[in-house]
């Protein structure tokens, strides 16, 4: 199994401006994944983080608006960038099984974003 | 483009009661389909399903996997209060890398009442 631990756990911010979140593993994985939850939706997958190359961005997803850094095998951020209130969610990471072992996908805690 | 469709969007029941939650999907190269519980932000892991036909259970919860039909159900017995969450499916397609992205059903938000 993976610990992930993924901060803020909430904030409330103004438009305009930016939110890093943080996701730390307790054990070095390949991939790791950013995911958005709007109010009463399910999980969007963002895009894919990979160490060591540029994250792999979804459809509608860019990065400008999404920037992700992967420095090592067991951290990545997300800065959700010019926030505006239609950026409101909750904000997840995950990482599946290590070593190419398959497990099942483990989350971080979640961040819930207000942007006013 | 892979999708996951469940139903129904949500369910409401009083405790005692059994409840069945599908969930279906189209996916290139699946791999395992997985359901998770989430009642507040993060999804907590339920089952991953990779075989047709093979139920897995879980204390009062159980879930079975059909390939050929592609869809999936979760059965949850004596239903409590504690179960009232939203129940969300996921499918996974095969993978190099050992896990790969996950594509998310809508979940089906089930509320209990005492």
């Known amino acids: 199994s993976a610990v992930i631990s993924q901060k803020p756990s909430r904030d409330i911010c103004q438009r305009g401006t930016s939110l890093t979140i943080q996701c730390q593993v307790d054990?070095?994985?390949?991939?790791m994944f950013w995911y958005r939850q709007q109010p009463g939706q399910s999980l969007t997958l963002i895009a894919t983080?990979?160490?060591?190359?540029?994250?792999?961005?979804e459809s509608g997803f860019v990065i400008d608006k999404f920037p992700i850094s992967r420095p090592n095998l067991t951290f990545s951020t997300l800065t959700v960038s010019n926030m505006s209130p239609e950026d409101s969610s909750i904000y997840l990471c995950?990482?599946?099984?290590?070593?190419?072992?398959?497990?099942?996908?483990?989350f971080g805690q979640g961040t819930r974003l207000t942007v006013v | 483009e892979d999708k996951v469709v469940q139903s129904p969007l949500s369910l409401v029941v009083h405790e005692g009661d059994t409840v069945t939650l599908n969930c279906s999907y189209e996916?290139?190269?699946?791999?395992?389909l997985l359901w998770y519980k989430q009642e507040k932000k993060a999804p907590t892991f339920l089952f991953m399903l990779?075989?047709?036909?093979i139920e897995k259970k879980s204390g009062r919860l159980s879930s079975i996997l059909d390939k050929k039909e592609l869809f999936s159900i979760l059965n949850i017995t004596a239903t409590q209060t504690g179960d009232s969450a939203i129940y969300l499916c996921?499918?996974?397609?095969?993978?190099?890398?050992?896990?790969?992205?996950?594509?998310f059903g809508t979940g089906t938000r089930l509320t209990i009442i005492p």
């Open positions: 995950s990482v599946g099984g290590s070593g190419g072992k398959h497990t099942e996908a483990f």
């Open positions: 996921a499918a996974e397609p095969l993978s190099n890398f050992g896990n790969e992205k996950l594509t």
């Open positions: 990779t075989s047709s036909g």
């Open positions: 054990s070095q994985v390949t991939m």
């Open positions: 983080a990979n160490q060591g190359s540029e994250a792999t961005y």
């Open positions: 996916v290139t190269n699946f791999r395992s």
